[in-house]
């Protein structure tokens, strides 16, 4: 595979199903150098939770899943090799609590120093449906 920009990528993943358990190992070579990535996932009590780790030494855990009528999201990534400042990981974490007896009234609190599937910053939420 050449991209845009000149980069050549060949290299391979596969998915293995272990019980509840799915493993996905991969490996690739760009531009001469060698890639290789391992995760698992699996359904524990209704909740997903992954993990993994990769040859750039940037390990990844996320737990999603229910607790009654609340979603709880947790999700953290190294993205950095160092692991010796706060600012070196991304870290997500929230609750969202669908009020019964409404049509998609929600409260929610999280925190997250990354822009991804909550907003940056420290933040507490309601939002109606009508």
Not at 5 to 12: I, K, L, W
Not at 24 to 47: E, H, I, L, Q, R
Not at 74 to 82: R, T, Y
């Amino acid at each position: 595979f050449a991209s845009m920009d000149g980069t050549q990528e060949s290299g391979v993943s596969a998915t293995m199903p272990l019980g509840n358990l799915n493993l996905t190992v991969s490996s690739s070579t760009v531009d001469g150098g060698s890639f290789w990535g391992a995760s698992v996932a699996t359904t524990v009590a209704g909740y997903s939770v992954s993990a993994g780790t990769d040859s750039n030494e940037d390990s990844q855990f996320k737990i999603t899943g229910p607790m009654g009528p609340v979603a709880l999201h947790i999700e953290w990534d190294s993205s950095e090799a160092a692991l010796t400042d706060a600012d070196d990981n991304e870290i997500e974490a929230g609750v969202t609590y669908s009020v019964p007896g409404t049509k998609g009234t929600t409260i929610s609190a999280s925190y997250s120093n990354t822009d991804d599937d909550f907003d940056a910053g420290t933040q507490v939420k309601m939002a109606f449906s009508f």
